[in-house]
């Protein structure tokens, strides 16, 4: 197996932002109309909550089956931020561009345009001008339902996923290290790689956060199978490598890595 990596990580945060005007940053909703395209998995991480509580409260038997037009219910159980991300800022500014309206940004960031609309004090057709900021809220909340659903979907611990998450990047995707590693879980592009040919089956995008969360979901369950589900050792291969490990031992960061990914995954 390919060295991971072994690098200084980064202690990035949640980026606060300015609103057209001030209002709760809130993305929930009370319903949800199915559109072409959705599913079930994508609704929740809109959302912010499980597929099991978004089929629970809709009576729904297969998660695998929806239908255009259906009214869903929005769940109020939502899934909590872990106590190490609830005192940020859950929001990200967006500063608009030609051609921009609330429908399209909306749709690229996953929201309920009436929600988006609500949370920046404007109405929902209103006329965006270019260099205005809008509030994208829940930036946080959605990230905390995909990494929570891509590590329940894969059989690894979310409490685990979400720690790795937060320490290697504040969940942020548009974060690369000095080398190279890429967004929310921090993925090598070699790794990459050998995470879509031997355990994704499929090609993954790590610049995007979806496959880049589902690439360490994939890893670290991986990781903890060659190591008897030692959680610790499954932590060092991620961080350091395996190869380095066995050769130099390990580092000295491994273990202060090994020891801060434990102290997050116990504030879940």
């Known amino acids: ?10 202690a990035a945060i949640a ?27 994508a609704i929740a991480q809109r959302h912010g909550t499980t597929v099991a509580a978004l089929s629970q409260a809709n009576d729904i038997a297969n998660v695998n089956v929806i239908r255009i037009g259906q009214l869903l219910q929005i769940p109020d159980n939502t899934l909590g931020l872990p106590a190490y991300a609830s005192s940020q800022n859950d929001s ?19 929201l309920d345009p009436t929600a988006l609309a609500r949370c920046n004090g404007i109405g929902v057709n209103a006329i965006l001008h270019v260099g205005a900021q809008l509030h994208i809220p829940g930036v ?3 990230m905390n ?40 879980m921090q993925i090598e592009p070699p790794t990459g790689t050998w995470v879509s040919q031997y355990l994704a089956g499929r090609t ?13 979901c994939l890893l670290l369950h991986h ?12 932590l060092a ?13 390990l580092y000295d960061d491994t273990r202060q890595y090994q020891a801060v990914i434990n102290a997050l995954s116990g504030q879940n």
């Open 140 to 142: 946080l909340a959605r």
């Open 223 to 234: 990781l903890l199978i060659v190591h008897n589900g030692d959680v610790d050792a499954a």
């Open 237 to 249: 291969a991620y961080y350091q490598g395996d190869a380095s490990i066995a050769r130099n031992g």
């Open 145 to 184: 339902a995909l990494l929570t659903n891509t590590a329940t979907e894969t059989g690894v611990d979310p409490k685990l996923v979400r720690a790795v998450a937060w320490n290697e990047s504040g969940w942020q995707q548009d974060v690369v290290s000095p080398t190279g590693a890429v967004g929310v």
């Open 204 to 216: 993954l995008d790590i610049g995007v956060a979806a496959d880049n969360v589902l690439a360490g």
């Open 1 to 10: 197996m390919t060295t991971i990596r072994s690098k200084t990580r980064l």
């Open 15 to 41: 980026v606060g932002a300015t609103t057209i005007a001030a209002g709760p940053a809130t993305i929930m909703a009370s319903t949800y109309v199915v559109r072409p395209g959705d599913t079930l998995s």
């Open 92 to 110: 990200a500014l967006h500063v608009v561009v030609q051609g921009d309206t609330l429908f399209s940004i909306a749709r690229a960031n996953g």
